[in-house]
């Protein structure tokens, strides 16, 4: 072998290890997405149930209907949402697959010296760049410009119906917790909800931020007290409603 062929396939091989590395970061931000989304569930659902449970404590038919219809509603709400905006996404990545398919074929020169420019961009040398495009182009001429230039594998699509699943058991999990326990038959309903919450609010809060390799303790912070904040404030609204009603 060659030191000019080891060169070549090194800097392919580089290449595709950014790539992977890409994917992987790809990977990492849909499991943070479910982990927020586990934390709307927690958060929704939690104020909720409190805010009902203040304004007609003890009513366990009442508390569970508003849990439950909180739970279904807004698991559907984020799965649909995630649906229509990954269905967009996907969309998008055709449309743009689409244009690279009519611009190779249409003026493969042109197309063949946009990928060296673009490795040249990534710090291979001129010629090497040049050998790089030429044998990636012969092996899978759009796999290449796709990958470079635009960002994606024409293989590997985003899946709507993927990310609605996964935000869909998300959520419902988030929500189970709360709705869980404000249903217990145990004295102080409302006080074993809040620490759960607490308790949920926290992991949710450590485990997004070591995803995404941020300060852990301000993560957690902001996750506890937005969420202690919602539940303080529908408890208030309940209470209120309560007086009223009575």
Same mark, same amino acid.
């Given at each position: ?5 080891? $060169? /070549? ?43 009902? !449970?203040?304004? *007609? ?20 709400? =984020? !799965? ?10 996907? $969309?998008?990545?055709?449309? =743009? ?18 990928? *060296? ?19 990636? *182009? ?14 994606? $594998? ?8 993927? !990310? ?12 189970? /917790?709360?709705?869980? =326990? ?33 300060? /852990? ?12 904040? *919602? =539940? ?15």
């Amino acid at each position: 072998m060659t030191d000019e062929t080891s $060169d /070549i396939e090194a800097a392919i091989n580089h290449l595709h290890e950014a790539h992977n590395d890409e994917r992987l970061g790809q990977r990492l931000n849909w499991l943070r997405a479910g982990v927020l989304g586990a934390n709307d569930g927690i958060v929704s659902v939690a104020g909720v149930v409190v805010g009902v !449970a203040a304004a *007609t404590p003890g009513n366990v038919p009442a508390i569970a209907t508003a849990g439950i219809a909180a739970l279904v509603a807004g698991a559907f709400s =984020m !799965a649909g949402g995630e649906y229509v905006s990954v269905s967009t996404q996907r $969309d998008t990545e055709k449309a =743009m697959v689409a244009k690279e398919i009519q611009e190779l074929e249409e003026q493969p020169a042109a197309e063949l010296a946009e990928l *060296t420019g673009l490795y040249r961009k990534r710090g291979l040398s001129a010629g090497l760049a040049r050998q790089v495009a030429e044998e990636l *182009t012969a092996h899978n001429a759009l796999a290449a410009h796709a990958e470079v230039e635009l960002g994606i $594998d024409p293989e590997e699509l985003t899946n709507p119906w993927h !990310a609605a699943l996964s935000s869909f058991v998300a959520f419902t999990v988030g929500a189970l /917790i709360p709705l869980a =326990m404000i249903l217990l038959p145990i004295g102080a309903p409302v006080i074993v909800t809040v620490v759960s919450v607490v308790i949920g609010l926290f992991l949710t809060g450590l485990i997004s931020a070591r995803l995404g390799k941020a300060p /852990i303790w301000p993560a957690i912070l902001r996750n506890v007290i937005m969420g202690s904040a *919602t =539940m303080a404030a529908t408890y208030l609204i309940g209470v209120l409603f309560g007086v009223a009603i009575s």
